[in-house]
């Protein structure tokens, strides 16, 4: 909550003469033509807040592009969280489209899902001030009902027909998909509708009867189950132009289409030859006042708009002037509307011209560049002038940094929090007040660069203006991993897979199959094993059943032979070097766990503060790191872990931190990096963050000269230098610290041999953490604990996933488009070639092709020294396209490279080409990969299904999982040695863990629990019906649900689960429940198998099971009719008329007795 001292403070601009004239004047005249100027971009931002407050009317801000739009909509965000108190309509963003018609593709999805609501809420009367740029301002829309159409509420107790919800879902952008985890998807099963609509956090579930709406609920992604009942629900659009058969016919009419009616990449700018379009945005609006930001540049950027459509008219049937207005036509529709010009310099037209357009006098603030004293002097010096200060901090981190150094000066200052807000005590403390009302307020906001206004007085200084931070991109909220549960989860698993079954091995998934079994039915999965022998195995013994995960792609394994000893030889062959391996890991374990080492402390509010300062939201993942590594460095013990994580996954953070807390102890820390690239880029990472703290960074690298290798070499030794970033240079003899306390080291197997005996000596002296950008299955860090520290970070950054994966011919045109996109927000492009003989002539190609650009170009074969100066000139941005083989950096981070153009990627594997489009897509900006295949080229068959599998990876289907799997397994060689990951090949990825996990309990000593795979045969009804799941894939993943349930609370679970989503389970379901409970008792029990036959269920025990035989006995004795046999059978009498539920009770009854 903001502190009343704050409000009053912005809002006292709104008294300047020049803007309470502008007010006045468009109070007066609401179709008046002003403009006001003097104003800095902060400036600006904040009058347009105090406008809408003194005008209230709906304001629509028009800039030169996209990227103008975010920085002045961020502005706009803060200055309006400050000044509005009421539960209004905030402020949004209409983005521009991402392409133009020639380029044949649909805008990227997010774009359209921004769009549709922008222009709904524009139409709807729902803003306050909307922000657009001038390519989007001149797309021509629909009038407002139409946009106030595609909106709907649903409310419980109202009726809604089905179909043709459904239908209005499809035609504004929703797909059906199950289960719903994304949002813009829905599915139904029977009564059950789930969607998840646009701009909601959660999905909701909807239940109806016939078309009553009898509830609405809100659900988690991950569980899949209901958490909240709501009253009703919105559901807002995610496609402006929605999916409309008689429009889609109507331009097959015009238009060659090899699908009349179906939507096709594109469609959306032919829709002006079905139907055509005459309204502007701001027709949309009631009551609108159009603001022009830099009135020159918005007509200059429409001007080079138009230039483009121009050029590429040729190639599209529908003319530009269909889809766009010119600035002329649009400038001109504003004479019956207000307008405001707002302009940094003033500008004179014309005599007199001063008196009608107003200047308010602004200017930016001064930066500071880290230098606090001077900060400081600037504060007292503008408070002795009459001012009043404000110092914005990013985060609740850095404010508390500020309050620190503002007492440590003891300069007065008071937090910009209202006093009621009881939610941050400890800040509430830090307000330092001598004497009456301090003149310095430290407010927390996202305002990076200040500004001062002379007139009232008042001075405003921005996070960077101080700390001299780069331009970061806040992600908001926690997000969920978008990877997580491939192992034992068979829903995506089709015939043909290669499965692996516990007992006989390897073989070939062909189907499931229902076949009839006495009076009841029962479903099977069929799988093929070698010399074409067939196994049906029952749904209800999915627990047997593992999908194969191999050592990598395409690498297809043998089947094994049914009842053949080879699958039993490959188990134990890899159980034994399995041994050795986990033997030695132990070793050295317990070696660490006996060593002695420096305890560090507690965290300090320091460490709290440089926490808070992080300017993203931390995952579940990197919480729980963080917390294992403290926990680590304050124990007696060296620590050695291992931090694992994708690239951009926020492992870099984690090890900040843990630095942090060895310099709050006193200590020095040092990072090594494989390359020379890797270190800069660590270097300028972990100078930015600690900008705000007292700490002394330096890099020891290549890109030292000598001298300045000797003054960081001296101040090591000294204690003078706090952290050092360093290639294998810190590993050599000459460097000597003054206390080393923390050792990081980025992706320790890229160093050589001897590198790593220099890295395995430090080892016994410091805290180590090393850092992998390979990530591992999440399975394989479980069944290490206790062999290895190891800390996995899974979970990606918001959107990382979001990434617009285009498969086209190649085309220079396409190519053009594609780079003067990127280059008109501001981005960079990878063009990825991979032939060195001919990748300078393709540069060169590129080059002529967009003459604007910068071309850059790197390969394998170059000269270390100098692909380093490549790799550095496209960070730096020195270049626009960076022409490159697959050779390029994978740890590279490089917020503004947000397309990739990869050639020939037919010739690549999906693992290689998820890595590749990985380099992309790493802010919160829109990513593109455009995979391009030769036109002119007859495809092979294996490059067709390559290019079928490349869709589906482009809609984040199981061939994208698949490669994601495919790189963890990678990761898992990477950790485990070659050997090992030839291991996981030979008998999946799932049996290997499993076999690890009996390795590691029984070196530890440990009992290992006897392997029985109980058969339970008693001619009951136990199956999920395909009329309650249709869905193969899912009704598989139900079975396996239930068959990995051990106990009553976790059958419990699963079924709230299923009747959440599918309704009341039928009783096959719910005894199948409970048979998969008993099933797992029994297993525990050493019960292999219980057969019902002539009135009795036959129980029969392994040979080594272990029962207590005195409970055997009293069973037998109390139970009347029971017998035990000479062939160690248990036989228990049962009505041959008995219920399925009184069969499973009876037997739950008799094994709780066992058990007891």
Same mark, same amino acid.
């Given at each position: !909550?903001?502190?009343?001292?704050?409000?009053?403070?912005?809002?006292?601009?709104?008294?300047?003469?020049?803007?309470?004239?502008?007010?006045?004047?468009?109070?007066?005249?609401?179709?008046?033509?002003?403009?006001?100027?003097?104003?800095?971009?902060?400036?600006?931002?904040?009058?347009?807040?105090?406008?809408?407050?003194?005008?209230?009317?709906?304001?629509?801000?028009?800039?030169?592009?996209?990227?103008?739009?975010?920085?002045?909509?961020?502005?706009?965000?803060?200055?309006?969280?400050?000044?509005?108190?009421?539960?209004?309509?905030?402020?949004?963003?209409?983005?521009?489209?991402?392409?133009?018609?020639?380029?044949?593709?649909?805008?990227?999805?997010?774009?359209?899902?921004?769009?549709?609501?922008?222009?709904?809420?524009?139409?709807?009367?729902?803003?306050?001030?909307?922000?657009? *740029?001038?390519?989007?301002?001149?797309?021509?829309?629909?009038?407002?009902?139409?946009?106030?159409?595609?909106?709907?509420?649903?409310?419980?107790?109202?009726?809604?027909?089905?179909?043709?919800? &459904?239908?209005?879902?499809?035609?504004?952008?929703?797909?059906?998909?199950? *289960?719903?985890?994304?949002?813009?998807?829905?599915?139904?099963?029977?009564?059950?509708?789930?969607?998840?609509?646009?701009?909601?956090?959660? +999905?909701?579930?909807?239940?109806?009867?016939?078309?009553?709406?009898?509830?609405?609920?809100?659900?988690?992604?991950?569980?899949?189950?209901?958490?909240?009942?709501?009253?009703?629900?919105?559901?807002?659009?995610?496609?402006?132009?929605?999916?409309?058969?008689?429009?889609?016919?109507?331009?097959?009419?015009?238009?060659?289409?090899?699908?009349?009616?179906?939507?096709?990449?594109?469609?959306?700018?032919?829709?002006? &030859?079905?139907?055509?379009?005459?309204?502007?945005?701001?027709?949309?609006?009631?009551?609108?006042?159009?603001?022009?930001?830099? *009135?020159?540049?918005?007509?200059?950027?429409?001007?080079?708009?138009?230039?483009?459509?121009?050029?590429?008219?040729?190639?599209?049937?529908?003319?530009?002037?269909?889809?766009?207005?010119?600035?002329?036509?649009?400038?001109?529709?504003?004479?019956?509307?207000?307008?405001?010009?707002?302009?940094?310099?003033?500008?004179?037209?014309?005599?007199?011209?001063?008196?009608?357009?107003?200047?308010?006098?602004?200017?930016?603030?001064?930066?500071?560049?880290?230098?606090?004293?001077?900060?400081?002097?600037?504060?007292?010096?503008?408070?002795?002038?009459?001012?009043?200060?404000?110092?914005?901090?990013?985060?609740?981190?850095?404010?508390?940094?500020?309050?620190?150094?503002?007492?440590?000066?003891?300069?007065?200052?008071?937090?910009?929090?209202?006093?009621?807000?009881?939610?941050?005590?400890?800040?509430?403390?830090?307000?330092?007040?001598?004497?009456?009302?301090?003149?310095?307020?430290?407010?927390?906001?996202?305002?990076?660069?200040?500004?001062?206004? +002379?007139?009232?007085?008042?001075?405003?200084?921005?996070?960077?203006?101080?700390?001299?931070?780069?331009?970061?991109?806040?992600?908001?909220?926690?997000?969920?991993?978008?990877?997580?549960?491939?192992?034992?989860?068979?829903?995506?698993?089709?015939?043909?897979?290669?499965?692996?079954?516990?007992?006989?091995?390897?073989?070939?998934?062909?189907?499931?199959?229902?076949?009839?079994?006495?009076?009841?039915?029962?479903?099977?999965?069929?799988?093929?094993?070698?010399?074409?022998?067939?196994?049906?195995?029952?749904?209800?013994?999915?627990?047997?059943?593992?999908?194969?995960?191999?050592?990598?792609?395409?690498?297809?394994?043998?089947?094994?032979?049914?009842?053949?000893?080879?699958?039993?030889?490959?188990?134990?062959?890899?159980?034994?070097?399995?041994?050795?391996?986990?033997?030695?890991?132990?070793?050295?374990?317990?070696?660490?766990?006996?060593?002695?080492?420096?305890?560090?402390?507690?965290?300090?509010?320091?460490?709290?503060?440089?926490?808070?300062?992080?300017?993203?939201?931390?995952?579940?993942?990197?919480?729980?790191?963080?917390?294992?590594?403290?926990?680590?460095?304050?124990?007696?013990?060296?620590?050695?872990?291992?931090?694992?994580?994708?690239?951009?996954?926020?492992?870099?953070?984690?090890?900040?931190?843990?630095?942090?807390?060895?310099?709050?102890?006193?200590?020095?820390?040092?990072?090594?990096? +494989?390359?020379?690239?890797?270190?800069?880029?660590?270097?300028?990472?972990?100078?930015?963050?600690?900008?705000?703290?007292?700490?002394?960074?330096?890099?020891?690298?290549?890109?030292?000269?000598?001298?300045?290798?000797?003054?960081?070499?001296?101040?090591?030794?000294?204690?003078?230098?706090?952290?050092?970033?360093?290639?294998?240079?810190?590993?050599?003899?000459?460097?000597?610290?003054?206390?080393?306390?923390?050792?990081?080291?980025?992706?320790?197997?890229?160093?050589?041999?001897?590198?790593?005996?220099?890295?395995?000596?430090?080892?016994?002296?410091?805290?180590?953490?090393?850092?992998?950008?390979?990530?591992?299955?999440?399975?394989?860090?479980?069944?290490?604990?206790?062999?290895?520290?190891?800390?996995?970070?899974?979970?990606?950054?918001?959107?990382?996933?979001?990434?617009?994966?285009?498969?086209?011919?190649?085309?220079?045109?396409?190519?053009?488009?594609?780079?003067?996109?990127? !280059?008109?927000?501001?981005?960079?492009?990878?063009?990825?070639?991979?032939?060195?003989?001919?990748?300078?002539?393709?540069?060169?190609?590129?080059?002529?092709?967009?003459?604007? %650009?910068?071309?850059?170009?790197?390969?394998?074969?170059?000269?270390?020294?100098?692909?380093?100066?490549?790799?550095?000139?496209?960070?730096?941005?020195?270049?626009?396209?960076?022409? %490159?083989?697959?050779?390029?950096?994978?740890?590279?981070?490089?917020?503004?490279?947000?397309?990739?153009?990869?050639?020939?990627?037919?010739?690549?594997?999906?693992?290689?080409?998820?890595?590749?489009?990985?380099?992309?897509?790493?802010?919160?900006?829109?990513?593109?990969?455009?995979?391009?295949? *030769?036109?002119?080229?007859?495809?092979?068959?294996?490059?067709?299904?390559?290019?079928?599998?490349?869709?589906?990876?482009?809609?984040?289907?199981?061939?994208?999982?698949?490669?994601?799997?495919?790189?963890?397994?990678?990761?898992?060689?990477?950790?485990?040695?070659?050997?090992?990951?030839?291991?996981?090949?030979?008998?999946?990825?799932?049996?290997?863990?499993?076999?690890?996990?009996?390795?590691?309990?029984?070196?530890?000593?440990?009992?290992?629990?006897?392997?029985?795979?109980?058969?339970?045969?008693?001619?009951?009804?136990?199956?999920? +019906?395909?009329?309650?799941?249709?869905?193969?894939?899912?009704?598989?993943?139900?079975?396996?649900?239930?068959?990995?349930?051990?106990?009553?609370?976790?059958?419990?679970?699963?079924?709230?689960?299923?009747?959440?989503?599918?309704?009341?389970?039928?009783?096959?379901?719910?005894?199948?429940?409970?048979?998969?409970? &008993?099933?797992?008792?029994?297993?525990?029990?050493?019960?292999?198998?219980?057969?019902?036959?002539?009135?009795?269920?036959?129980?029969?025990?392994?040979?080594?099971?272990?029962?207590?035989?005195?409970?055997?006995?009293?069973?037998?004795?109390?139970?009347?009719?029971?017998?035990?046999?000479?062939?160690?059978?248990?036989?228990?009498?049962?009505?041959?008329?008995?219920?399925?539920?009184?069969?499973?009770?009876?037997?739950?009854?008799?094994?709780?007795?066992?058990?007891?």
């Amino acid at each position: !909550m903001t502190h009343p001292a704050i409000r009053d403070l912005l809002e006292s601009l709104s008294r300047d003469p020049a803007f309470q004239d502008v007010v006045s004047r468009l109070t007066r005249n609401r179709t008046a033509r002003l403009s006001l100027s003097g104003l800095t971009t902060t400036a600006k931002a904040l009058y347009l807040v105090l406008l809408w407050q003194l005008t209230e009317r709906n304001i629509i801000v028009v800039v030169d592009g996209n990227k103008e739009a975010e920085t002045l909509g961020e502005l706009v965000d803060t200055f309006f969280d400050l000044l509005v108190t009421s539960d209004i309509p905030r402020p949004q963003n209409i983005p521009a489209l991402d392409v133009l018609p020639s380029q044949r593709m649909s805008p990227h999805s997010e774009i359209s899902e921004q769009r549709a609501v922008g222009l709904w809420r524009l139409a709807s009367r729902k803003t306050t001030i909307t922000i657009t *740029p001038v390519a989007s301002a001149l797309l021509r829309t629909e009038p407002a009902d139409f946009y106030r159409q595609l909106a709907l509420t649903l409310r419980v107790g109202e009726e809604v027909p089905l179909e043709d919800l &459904l239908a209005h879902l499809e035609s504004i952008g929703y797909e059906k998909r199950d *289960p719903v985890e994304m949002v813009g998807e829905y599915s139904l099963r029977g009564g059950i509708l789930d969607i998840f609509p646009a701009e909601a956090s959660k +999905p909701i579930r909807i239940e109806l009867f016939g078309d009553l709406i009898e509830s609405i609920r809100r659900f988690d992604v991950e569980t899949q189950r209901s958490v909240m009942k709501i009253a009703e629900a919105t559901l807002l659009p995610l496609a402006e132009y929605p999916k409309s058969r008689e429009v889609l016919q109507a331009i097959a009419e015009e238009v060659d289409v090899a699908s009349p009616g179906d939507p096709f990449p594109g469609w959306e700018f032919l829709v002006p &030859l079905a139907r055509p379009r005459s309204q502007s945005l701001f027709a949309l609006a009631e009551n609108p006042l159009v603001v022009l930001d830099e *009135p020159e540049q918005i007509a200059s950027a429409a001007g080079r708009l138009w230039k483009r459509l121009e050029e590429t008219d040729r190639v599209f049937p529908c003319p530009p002037d269909k889809n766009f207005y010119t600035w002329g036509e649009l400038h001109g529709s504003l004479e019956s509307e207000g307008e405001l010009a707002l302009r940094e310099l003033e500008l004179i037209t014309s005599a007199g011209a001063e008196a009608s357009n107003p200047a308010l006098a602004s200017r930016p603030s001064l930066a500071f560049h880290g230098n606090v004293q001077a900060a400081i002097a600037e504060a007292r010096n503008l408070v002795e002038q009459g001012y009043r200060v404000i110092f914005f901090a990013r985060s609740t981190g850095e404010l508390e940094r500020l309050a620190d150094i503002f007492q440590e000066y003891a300069v007065p200052f008071q937090l910009g929090l209202d006093p009621a807000d009881a939610t941050r005590p400890y800040l509430a403390e830090r307000s330092y007040v001598a004497g009456a009302v301090a003149s310095t307020l430290l407010v927390k906001g996202l305002v990076r660069r200040g500004v001062v206004f +002379p007139e009232p007085r008042i001075a405003l200084f921005g996070s960077e203006d101080l700390f001299d931070t780069s331009d970061l991109i806040a992600k908001p909220g926690p997000t969920k991993s978008q990877l997580a549960a491939f192992t034992a989860d068979l829903a995506d698993l089709k015939p043909g897979d290669y499965v692996v079954h516990v007992t006989h091995g390897i073989g070939r998934f062909l189907g499931t199959r229902e076949i009839a079994q006495g009076e009841n039915k029962g479903d099977f999965m069929l799988i093929e094993y070698a010399a074409d022998a067939k196994l049906y195995v029952p749904l209800t013994r999915l627990d047997l059943i593992q999908k194969y995960r191999g050592a990598g792609e395409g690498a297809a394994p043998t089947l094994d032979r049914l009842g053949g000893t080879t699958w039993s030889r490959t188990k134990s062959r890899v159980k034994a070097r399995m041994r050795d391996m986990a033997d030695e890991l132990l070793k050295l374990y317990a070696q660490r766990h006996m060593a002695e080492g420096f305890a560090f402390s507690h965290d300090s509010n320091w460490q709290r503060e440089f926490e808070d300062a992080f300017d993203f939201t931390e995952t579940k993942d990197q919480l729980s790191a963080i917390q294992q590594i403290k926990k680590d460095m304050e124990s007696g013990h060296p620590m050695d872990r291992l931090l694992c994580g994708d690239v951009g996954y926020g492992k870099t953070e984690v090890a900040m931190r843990a630095a942090f807390k060895a310099l709050g102890d006193g200590k020095q820390v040092a990072v090594l990096a +494989p390359t020379t690239v890797l270190t800069f880029q660590h270097f300028e990472t972990f100078k930015r963050r600690f900008a705000p703290f007292p700490v002394h960074v330096e890099m020891l690298s290549r890109f030292r000269d000598k001298k300045e290798i000797a003054d960081v070499l001296t101040g090591l030794a000294e204690g003078k230098v706090d952290i050092v970033i360093g290639t294998h240079r810190l590993l050599s003899k000459d460097v000597q610290f003054h206390d080393l306390g923390l050792l990081v080291v980025d992706e320790e197997q890229r160093f050589g041999v001897r590198h790593k005996e220099r890295i395995k000596q430090l080892k016994h002296n410091v805290d180590v953490l090393t850092m992998s950008a390979t990530p591992i299955p999440r399975t394989l860090h479980m069944s290490l604990l206790g062999l290895r520290d190891m800390s996995v970070i899974e979970t990606p950054p918001k959107d990382r996933l979001a990434i617009q994966t285009v498969v086209a011919h190649f085309d220079p045109a396409l190519i053009r488009t594609a780079i003067e996109q990127e !280059m008109s927000r501001g981005g960079q492009v990878y063009f990825i070639h991979n032939r060195v003989d001919s990748i300078f002539s393709r540069a060169a190609e590129i080059q002529e092709l967009v003459p604007t %650009c910068r071309v850059g170009v790197g390969h394998g074969q170059m000269g270390e020294a100098e692909l380093e100066k490549a790799l550095l000139g496209f960070m730096r941005h020195q270049f626009d396209v960076f022409v %490159c083989t697959t050779i390029a950096e994978n740890g590279l981070d490089i917020p503004l490279a947000n397309t990739m153009v990869i050639e020939h990627a037919e010739r690549y594997g999906l693992s290689e080409l998820y890595q590749l489009r990985g380099r992309v897509g790493r802010s919160n900006r829109r990513a593109y990969a455009y995979l391009l295949v *030769p036109a002119d080229t007859e495809l092979s068959e294996i490059a067709r299904k390559r290019l079928a599998a490349l869709k589906e990876f482009s809609d984040l289907g199981a061939g994208f999982k698949i490669a994601a799997l495919d790189l963890e397994l990678r990761g898992a060689g990477n950790i485990l040695g070659g050997e090992q990951h030839g291991h996981i090949g030979a008998v999946g990825f799932d049996m290997y863990i499993r076999l690890l996990e009996e390795t590691v309990h029984e070196l530890k000593g440990e009992a290992v629990p006897l392997e029985v795979h109980s058969t339970l045969n008693l001619g009951l009804d136990i199956r999920i +019906p395909s009329e309650y799941i249709a869905d193969e894939h899912q009704r598989l993943r139900a079975y396996k649900r239930i068959a990995d349930a051990a106990s009553n609370e976790e059958a419990a679970e699963v079924l709230a689960a299923l009747e959440d989503r599918y309704g009341p389970a039928p009783d096959a379901v719910r005894s199948l429940l409970k048979f998969s409970v &008993l099933k797992s008792a029994a297993q525990k029990l050493g019960i292999e198998a219980i057969d019902r036959r002539q009135g009795a269920l036959n129980v029969k025990f392994h040979k080594d099971a272990r029962i207590d035989p005195n409970r055997l006995m009293n069973l037998v004795t109390n139970t009347e009719g029971a017998q035990f046999t000479p062939a160690g059978v248990l036989r228990l009498p049962v009505d041959g008329a008995s219920s399925p539920t009184k069969v499973l009770q009876l037997l739950e009854t008799h094994f709780a007795q066992l058990q007891a």
